[in-house]
């Protein structure tokens, strides 16, 4: 919000201004007001392991991040670059291999990798669009600029925070809002519906769309039920459907109704045990079969995960420019390979000044914070790297950027990481917004919600609208 010098940063000054008249008492009354309607609403996350609570309020932050246009649209180009190139990759991978006939990915790290999918070799996917929904995470550096953390190809949430956490800003600083000309991101399900249908069959007309998920006891329950209320699709699981002779079928209450694109939020592993996890009750049997004949489509497809891969992630740079003959216009953040013997060997003498990560993990799991670990957990982690180096990556610790947040009644600053959401179907959009992910903790850098994370609502200002 404020300059090194001290001054109010000109996109800030609305806000700024608004708060100058708010007292305390009145902020922390504001603070409770939002927390009450996110209750009201059901807006809970489940924290796995957590005591005594099964779900609980996603912890929000009353006060709105504000990103300028200008730096927005480096963002959107590098994002939209981003997913561009990671489609052609995959779409490759699963085709003629070229970019691993030409040495540019070593093979094994792709089929080594424990979510590539053999089963999605030579398939048709519309579009050649296999990441329909991806959530990127990026942090601002010690520069001021924006680098691409993570992609998350998967089942990427939080998309349904974003949205709660702009209806709520908007009531509380209806005057802030409108003064600084902040884009909409209310269109999302519309966007959603408009990507997913644009996978289905063109002699489809009129294509059925729903939501898939693994059930009440998911952690991101909450945001499965949500965006299906909002696209207007029916929210179904496993065991609401049927396949027959190839065709997916959801039962209703006037018969089977036949589905077209499955927006599915259930791990590749479990969407039918047919073909994948043999003891999952969570998808249907038959559904990848009806999938490969062409018959429904399955958003994101299987088998993206690799490409979220955090060992294929060192190598994004130079898939860009294999596939775009394009630089990269957001930078990876540095990142060691454990599989080389040269950059585990500088990993292991620097455990204490790094983070690692195992490449397959996601949510916050399976990673040491080197600095804010004890001398044990180093050692524990140097016997794993020893042992399985391939399993792991490592960065540098990225003392992540900073945006003021109420704590306890005071306005204090808290790490925070970005999550954009980036659509892709026929084309590729970028959602004017993101979900601001923030450490609750006083210098802690875990923004994760899985790891009690909190966020806050981010403000993308128009053109024209104090983008200085």
């Not at 209806?167 to 997913?196: H, M, S």
Request: glycine share 8%.
């Amino acid at each position: 919000m404020f300059a090194p010098d001290g001054a109010v940063r000109p996109h800030y000054a609305a806000l700024e201004s608004r708060l100058a008249t708010l007292t305390p008492a009145e902020l922390a009354e504001r603070q409770k007001t939002l927390e009450q309607s996110f209750l009201l609403q059901g807006i809970t996350f489940t924290v796995y392991g957590a005591e005594n609570t099964t779900e609980r309020i996603i912890p929000t932050d009353l006060l709105p991040r504000i990103i300028p246009a200008a730096e927005w649209r480096r963002i959107e180009a590098g994002l939209i670059q981003r997913v561009r190139a990671l489609n052609h990759f995959l779409a490759d991978i699963y085709g003629d291999q070229k970019i691993l006939a030409d040495g540019i990915v070593p093979r094994e790290l792709v089929f080594g990798a424990p979510s590539y999918r053999r089963e999605m070799r030579g398939l048709f996917v519309p579009h050649n669009a296999y990441v329909n929904v991806c959530g990127s995470d990026l942090i601002r550096d010690g520069k001021g600029e924006f680098a691409v953390l993570e992609d998350n190809l998967r089942v990427p949430s939080g998309v349904s925070y974003m949205l709660a956490n702009r209806d709520a800003a908007k009531r509380t600083f209806a005057d802030a809002y409108r003064a600084a000309g902040v884009r909409p991101v209310e269109r999302y399900p519309d966007l959603l519906l408009a990507t997913l249908k644009s996978l289905a069959a063109d002699w489809r007309p009129n294509p059925q769309v729903v939501v898939m998920t693994p059930g009440v006891y998911n952690s991101a329950y909450y945001e499965h039920a949500y965006l299906a209320r909002l696209m207007g699709a029916p929210l179904i699981e496993g065991r609401d459907l049927v396949v027959h002779e190839n065709m997916v079928y959801m039962r209703t209450t006037e018969g089977l109704k036949r589905i077209d694109v499955i927006y599915r939020r259930v791990d590749d592993d479990f969407i039918d045990p047919l073909t994948f996890r043999r003891d999952s009750s969570l998808g249907i049997a038959g559904l990848f079969n009806a999938y490969r004949a062409g018959n429904v489509v399955i958003a994101n497809a299987p088998g993206t995960g690799v490409a979220d891969d955090k060992a294929v992630y060192a190598y994004v740079p130079e898939i860009i420019r294999y596939y775009l003959a394009e630089d990269a216009i957001l930078p990876n953040v540095e990142t060691y390979l454990c599989r080389e013997p040269a950059q585990l060997s500088h990993v292991l003498a620097n455990l204490d000044k790094l983070v690692v990560k195992e490449v397959g993990a996601s949510g916050g799991y399976g990673m040491l914070i080197g600095p804010h670990a004890t001398q044990a957990q180093r050692d524990e982690f140097a016997q794993r790297l020893k042992h399985d180096p391939s399993n792991y990556i490592a960065q540098p610790t990225i003392q992540l950027s900073t945006a003021p947040c109420l704590v306890d009644g005071d306005i204090e600053p808290r790490h925070v990481d970005l999550r954009p959401f980036i659509l892709s179907g026929n084309k590729v959009v970028v959602t004017p917004g993101a979900l601001t992910r923030v450490a609750l903790k006083r210098g802690s850098l875990v923004v994760n919600s899985s790891q009690g994370g909190g966020s806050k609502d981010t403000w993308v200002l128009a053109d024209g609208d104090h983008g200085a």
